[in-house]
């Protein structure tokens, strides 16, 4: 990681250690501060005993509710009625929904109380626009009257009102929505139309490769050698590909093995069902005909835990086919893990904030959905053709060939590239420097 110490700050960054889908959509926008102006409104040095105590009581309750589903008998009735609690509500029919929620009042009470106070002051000493991705502090930033412009950049395929201030018609909160639905969603809530900026979700630059998609169109052209071997999609729709991705690209030439990437959540959840998956996969890992990396993302317990799954299955001494990814900080796995997508061929994962990395041509199977909003998140990633739900993982081996010798899975990672916004970092830098982006707006189904 290059950083960012000796680069002039134009914007605080702030983010929350919460799982990673705040600090995943925060990371590629480091651009815009240097290393002391890229914070964690939990995690900072000076913070008040009251509010570290009170951020350790929501990574508990966050971490419990993401766990808790798997707990045989009970986890999945009592999971529903946590749900229930934060689920968001049908879009249709459209109507008023800036009433707030309990979980706004209830931030609110705290602020009242002084939450989040001694943060806003520390980060008004040098006034720069403040970004979050984190709807708390964005929300705490207007109540103690931070004065500069305040971002809220949006995680997720839809929201629900959490993320809007109490009284949305009076608020100076700029909302940055990662796709159509959240800027009709945020109507819906009562956030005036000069506040809402629709600009895809901000994506990893090193993925990208500018405005061109110079490094992406490249890493694509390579990963459909792989995800078409017997050339059905090739048949279909090569030349509109080769027009696509540039003469320059295609047909790409990797290199190495069809490589799949399982990644499990912030909290470890779903980290079970690794076992199946190399049972499954054990005869072609061998054969060399697959590469399977699991991603424990910082956790050393997810880590480990992967590691003995390894060896249970037999696969200890498959060194090279077999791999965990770990990162020793969650900025290391991050580094790590944007690194590994150039060669990562499609990604099996739950619909996360991950959902949104189908835009850099990565087929993604998803995994059963945690919450309901995943729920849209699968929605979303199937309706633009860039995720297929998964099938038994016991048998992954044969329906992942049968997906592969149908085209099933290159059209999804070229329907992800074709159909899912990934301007979003670019948009957003424009938006929070200039105070509007000379980039065309995402172009999308919904």
């Not at 925060?26 to 815009?32: E, K, Q, T, V, W």
């Not at 999971?79 to 049908?90: E, H, I, M, N």
């Not at 998609?213 to 071997?229: E, F, G, Q, V």
């Not at 044969?398 to 290159?410: H, R, V």
């Given at each position: ?42 995690e900072y040095n000076g913070m008040p005993s009251s ?124 909302y940055l929505a990662p796709n159509r639905r959240v ?128 060896k249970q299955a037999g696969l200890a001494t498959c ?128």
């Open positions: 990681m290059i950083s960012n110490k000796s680069k002039k700050a134009k914007a605080w960054v702030i983010s929350v250690t919460m799982g990673y889908g705040h600090l995943r959509a925060a990371n590629p926008l480091r651009g815009l501060a240097d290393d002391a102006h890229y914070l964690f409104a939990d509010d570290a105590a009170i951020w350790k009581e929501s990574r508990k309750l966050y971490e419990t509710i993401s766990r808790f589903r798997v707990v045989p008998l009970i986890g999945e009735p009592i999971f529903s009625v946590l749900d229930r609690w934060q689920a968001l509500k049908g879009f249709y029919p459209e109507r008023d929904l800036s009433k707030p929620n309990f979980p706004v009042r209830q931030a609110y009470a705290f602020f009242k109380r002084g939450f989040m106070e001694h943060f806003i002051k520390k980060l008004s000493k040098d006034p720069l626009p403040l970004v979050t991705s984190f709807f708390y502090v964005a929300q705490a930033a207007e109540f103690y009257k931070y004065p500069n412009e305040i971002y809220c950049v949006i995680c997720d395929s839809d929201m629900s009102r959490s993320w809007v201030a109490l009284d949305p018609r009076n608020s100076r909160i700029n800027l009709e969603r945020l109507r819906e809530y009562g956030v005036p139309e000069k506040y809402i900026h629709l600009t895809g979700f901000p994506l990893p630059k090193e993925l990208i490769g500018g405005l061109d998609y110079k490094i992406l169109k490249r890493d694509l052209a390579h990963r459909l050698t792989n995800l078409d071997p017997v050339g059905i999609y090739e048949s279909r729709f090569g030349p509109a590909v080769q027009k696509l991705l540039g003469k320059e690209n295609y047909p790409g030439h990797n290199g190495h093995p069809l490589t799949l990437a399982f990644a499990v959540g912030g909290a470890g959840a779903q980290r079970e069902m690794a076992v199946p998956i190399l049972r499954a996969l054990t005869a072609k890992i061998k054969a060399g005909l697959i590469k399977v990396v699991l991603v424990a993302g910082n956790r050393t317990e997810v880590a480990e835990y992967f590691e003995k799954v390894i060194e090279k086919c077999v791999t965990v990814l770990i990162g020793r900080t969650k900025q290391e796995y991050f580094d790590l893990f944007n690194s590994a997508m150039h060669t990562i061929d499609v990604l099996w994962t739950k619909p996360s904030e991950l959902s949104f990395y189908s835009a850099l041509g990565i087929p993604i199977i998803i995994a059963p959905t945690i919450g309901s909003q995943e729920d849209f998140n699968s929605w979303w990633l199937r309706s633009i053709g860039g995720g297929i739900p998964q099938l038994d993982p016991s048998y992954c081996d044969e329906w992942i060939q049968d997906w592969l010798e149908s085209g099933w899975l290159a059209r999804a990672a070229v329907a992800g590239f074709t159909n899912a916004p990934k301007r979003g970092t670019y948009r957003i830098e424009e938006i929070v420097t200039r105070g509007k982006p000379n980039l065309p707006e995402p172009i999308e189904p919904i």
